[in-house]
């Protein structure tokens, strides 16, 4: 049963330039959701998926967007990138199910690192 | 902000149990007791997680307090590969969506 996938696992940039990041969730999941970890932090929230639409929001400006497919699988696009948008960039994915908890579990990140 | 409170590190020796606690003073009747790990550099692994009852799975055991205010991970026998951080999340990512807000965690050290 594969787990969460993304892509890449590292990635170089340079300011102001735009990254997509991907997601493939765990076999039987349909949300995914996005979380930004800079180093030596706890991971922060970006958005979640659900249904192709975007479910909730956390702290994060517009330049950070998103998008998931009819395959459930996920993108994360980065416009305009700034030096403290480097971190490893984490997707989880879940089950949704009506009343229940939908544990999230996550995949190994991709490092962005902005020069 | 985090809605728990977990110290910043532990050591246990390899073959003992470990016993990670965490605070959560505030927890509302709703939310779930969430147990995550992150090796270094990896994404974070579920453990498990419990309501008010305590719960054991394959990894680990939940034990929660009858006034729900605090809860105790704990790995029963500690290996080299347990050594981690341990994030203590509370959360009720049914009505709430799907956000999980991450503390700073607690370093555990597992020493041969």
């Known amino acids: 049963d594969a787990g969460v996938t993304q892509s890449p696992t590292h990635l170089i940039k340079t300011r102001g330039q735009q990254v997509t990041l991907r997601c493939s969730p765990k076999?039987?999941?349909?949300?995914v959701s996005w979380y930004q970890q800079a180093l030596g932090q706890g991971p922060q929230f970006i958005f979640q998926?659900?249904?192709?639409?975007?479910?909730q929001r956390g702290n994060f400006p517009d330049r950070f967007s998103g998008h998931q497919f009819p395959n459930y699988s996920s993108e994360l696009n980065v416009n305009a990138l700034l030096l403290g948008d480097s971190a490893l960039y984490l997707c989880?994915?879940?089950?949704?199910?009506?009343?229940?908890?939908?544990?999230?579990?996550f995949g190994p990140g991709t490092r962005l690192l902005v020069l | 902000d985090a809605k728990t409170t977990q110290p910043p590190s532990m050591d246990c020796a390899e073959g003992r149990a470990a016993n990670l606690p965490c605070n959560h003073s505030?927890?509302?009747?709703?939310?779930?007791v969430y147990w995550y790990r992150q090796i270094h550099s990896q994404g974070p692994q579920y453990i498990i997680h419990g309501l008010k009852n305590n719960e054991t799975n394959e990894m680990a055991s939940l034990i929660i307090t009858e006034d729900r205010k605090s809860s105790t991970l704990i790995l029963p026998h500690a290996t080299l590969r347990d050594t981690a951080v341990y994030y203590c999340i509370v959360s009720d990512l049914y009505n709430q969506g799907g956000k999980l807000i991450f503390g700073q965690g607690t370093e555990l050290s597992v020493k041969p």
């Open positions: 998926y659900y249904e192709e639409e975007e479910r």
């Open positions: 989880a994915s879940s089950l949704a199910e009506t009343g229940r908890q939908e544990t999230q579990y």
């Open positions: 505030t927890i509302s009747g709703n939310e779930y």
């Open positions: 076999s039987g999941h349909d949300t």
